[in-house]
């Protein structure tokens, strides 16, 4: 078959593999229109695993029968065979259409490329957008699609209000056990309002994007104790020998850890609320952001929990251990200690019972709210109910100040989403079960960054 007869018959009817596989390696197939061949013969697939499906819906079964399961498999494993030919003609096309840069001209510009963090005001999508190559990237209707509807249609079974690109995204990505691998461009709205529900985030965490399961960044090597400055350089005279700086860099890896969440509801209110897409994905960022928040902070790290600030080796850790404080002495310390390790803190964290015991802060000659002094006052406080009360008798409480800018928050751009009625006690209660998970790990670019202070006494 020649490129032209495939071009011709690609929107027509399937096209065996082979001959595929062939058109794949002929280095004279690139271009859009041979990659929107390519994308014709994978939703040419999808829809027939798809009519496999709907056979089975249509008899009443919740179960494909034997054969039923091998030609919706057969049509699986083809479709994602186009899919890789199809990226193999994509990067064709990218590498004809480079120009080097010694041929391109002064008025031409570039677009920024994707860099390894996202600041807290950089967006997950603007970041896919930069580096390019995702399913569906620069395609019509892609602004449009929205991960709220996508999960509607999945609980419920109901595709009206779908976008055609959206019709595309979900029976190109249901796989055989019934579960639901997000696309980038729709991973990348959930990701986005997990990172805005997140008070780290608001306090300057950084977001780094991982592609794959584990990803290597480097940092400065942590001293052994902690001191004002890790490495110093010097000056010299002329024709003595250059003294040597001792400046270690170390690798930090992050590993993707698995965070699950389940949401219910009843299949009543999918089918009467019209709100219930924006309400499910909404829940979802909620529970994912209060788990990532106190895994940020608080976790353990033991697997397969992250390790967050309070147990990163190198971060400062003070018990107050004193009578409830009345003033803003002890965040007064706190700062100091950040500056002392030549760190400017951005944020300081505390849960609801302290930040209220600072804002009661009065005057002890008349009793008059407290003004924060000019120190205090350019740290922003931000809230968060995940750092618990660290004892009953008395009530103390934790505080957690410095530079935020060097918690890195490790998220992988993809993950999976499960739809059940059958699950558990769904079936017997009308429920639908939905089941989320996203992957992520938290690391420290520099610990002496960020000073804990426990046992304040509320």
Known sequence: MTIQEFLAQAAKGIIPIGALTTIAADRAAFGDDVIAGFRSQAELRSAAAQQVLETATTANRDTLLASE?????????????????????????????????????????????????????????????????????????????????????????????????????????LDASGGFLVPEVLAGQLIDRVRNAMVVMRAG????????????????????????????????????????????????????RTLPVLCKLSVELGEDAPNVDQAIETELAAQLALELDRAALLGSGAPPEPRGLRNQVGVNVVSYAGVAPTDFDFLIDAIGRVWARNHEPNARITNASLATRIAKFKSAVDSQ????????????????????????????????????????????????????????????????????????????????????????GV
């Open 69 to 173: 399961q091998r030609a919706y498999d057969g049509h699986v494993r083809e479709r994602d065979s186009v899919l890789s030919l199809q990226q193999a003609v994509e990067r064709r096309t990218e590498q004809r259409a480079y120009v080097p840069p010694t041929q391109t001209t002064g008025t031409e510009t570039r677009a920024e490329p994707a860099g390894a963090v996202l600041a807290p005001k950089q967006t997950c999508r603007e970041w896919l957008e930069r580096r390019g190559g995702f399913l569906y990237h620069g395609e019509p209707g892609v602004e449009a699609v929205r991960f709220g509807r996508i999960v509607r249609a999945l609980a419920l079974g109901d595709r009206q209000g779908l976008s055609p690109l959206e019709h595309r995204a979900l029976a190109e990505g």
């Open 205 to 256: 965490a950084l977001t780094v994007p991982m592609t794959s399961e584990t990803l290597n960044i480097a940092r400065v090597g942590q001293p052994d104790s902690v001191s004002p400055a890790i490495a110093t350089a010097a000056w010299k005279a002329e024709n003595d020998l250059v003294g040597e700086t001792e400046l270690t860099l170390e690798r930090v890896q992050f590993v993707a």
């Open 369 to 456: 709210p407290l003004r924060a002094p000019d120190a205090v006052a350019a740290v922003p406080a931000y809230r968060t109910n995940q750092i618990p009360d660290d004892g009953a008798s008395p009530e103390t409480s934790t505080l957690m100040v410095g530079d935020f800018s060097q918690l890195l928050i490790g998220m992988r751009t993809s993950f999976r989403l499960e739809v059940s009625r059958v699950s558990g006690t769904a079936f017997e209660r009308l429920q639908v079960w939905i089941r989320a998970y996203l992957r992520a790990d938290v690391q420290v670019a520099h610990p002496e960054a960020f000073d804990i202070t426990t046992n304040v």
